[in-house]
């Protein structure tokens, strides 16, 4: 069983910083990418950044230049500068691992951390 843990939301001011921080743990052969997308009230999930195997990374063009995701080992975070109310949504963590003798190519999924960014 594999589990993904996040951790850091919260409260922010526009302007603001938050770091939202994901742990994976469980039975993990190799990771293929490690993402956070978040779900807005009456919006659909949406991707915000991802990050690779290479360390190549993608960002939402929403969040470029304010948002920064890096991952060490079986840990993904995601630094958010510049918060704007925009921003307020449930932030998830996902890993994607790929196929590999034992099993086949799988998407785990967090529970979501809340984010509110609000003066």
């Known amino acids: 069983q594999v589990e993904l843990m996040e951790s850091g939301g919260g409260l922010a001011q526009p302007g603001g910083s938050l770091r939202l921080s994901c742990v994976a743990s469980g039975s993990i052969v190799s990771i293929r990418t490690m993402a956070w997308y978040r779900q807005a009230p009456g919006k659909q999930r949406e991707l915000v950044a991802n990050?690779?195997?290479?360390?190549g990374t993608n960002y939402a063009d929403s969040v470029k230049g304010r948002f920064t995701i890096s991952r060490d080992r079986y840990t993904v975070h995601l630094q958010m500068n510049s918060l704007k109310p925009e921003d307020t949504a449930v932030y998830y963590c996902?890993?994607?691992?790929?196929?590999?003798?034992?099993?086949?190519?799988?998407?785990?999924w967090g529970t979501g951390t809340l984010v509110t960014v609000s003066s």
């Open positions: 990050i690779v195997s290479s360390g």
């Open positions: 996902n890993m994607e691992t790929p196929a590999n003798p034992f099993s086949r190519a799988m998407s785990y």
